[in-house]
């Protein structure tokens, strides 16, 4: 595959494979429903989603390859994030619903009983190295960042919706945390 990342063949193919079952499992039903009397259809059609997924995946891997060229040129270097960022996420991390878990798993803890980082986890970029704001990351257990660092595209995509859940908990704990020294001072 062209512009592809240095996802092991076994890995690919068990992440197309996934994205296929989704696939297969919202337009099969219909389709069978539509046309119940031909018993070829799911072939012939399972055959034509997985060319289109093919085609699918040679795209995604050249707009990813042209994307991340792009914010190499703009953003630059990696920055890590500062210690109010990292408190700003821990905090949200402490909190309901994620207690301390991986915000990513939801299985593996992340946080001490003080709230602070346990060894083997990681300050992930979500977006892009240069971005260190408290919205742009967050701290997953090290199988999570393992898997989005080396499992290619489909894999940091996976788990965007549980990043945008984080990235909400994010957003209200820096509003708490600017509402604290106003309701001190009164």
């Known amino acids: 595959m062209l512009f592809s990342t240095d996802v092991p063949d076994d890995e ?3 992440q197309r494979a996934r994205l296929f079952r989704h696939f297969a499992a919202q337009l099969l039903p219909a389709t069978a429903v539509m046309e119940a009397g031909d018993a070829s259809l799911p072939a012939a059609e399972f ?3 997985h060319r289109r997924l093919d085609v699918l995946e040679c795209h995604m891997a050249d707009l990813m390859f042209l994307q991340l060229s792009a914010q190499d040129l703009l953003l630059g270097r990696r920055r890590d994030f500062s210690v109010r960022s990292r408190e700003l996420i821990a905090a949200a991390l402490h909190r309901t619903p994620y207690r301390g878990r991986c915000p990513c798993c939801d299985r593996e803890p992340v946080l001490d009983a003080a709230g602070l980082p346990l060894e083997g986890t990681e300050f992930d970029h979500a977006f892009h190295r240069r971005l260190n704001r408290p919205e742009h ?3 997953v257990c090290r199988s999570c960042h393992r898997e989005m660092t080396h499992g290619g595209y489909l894999a940091r995509f996976g788990c965007l919706a549980e ?3 984080f990235q909400g908990a994010v957003l209200t704990e820096q509003e708490r945390s600017r509402a604290r ?3 001190a001072s009164s």
């Open 163 to 165: 990043f945008r859940a």
């Open 12 to 14: 690919a193919r068990r």
């Open 47 to 49: 055959e034509r989603l």
């Open 137 to 139: 990351g967050w701290l």
């Open 181 to 183: 020294p106003a309701d």
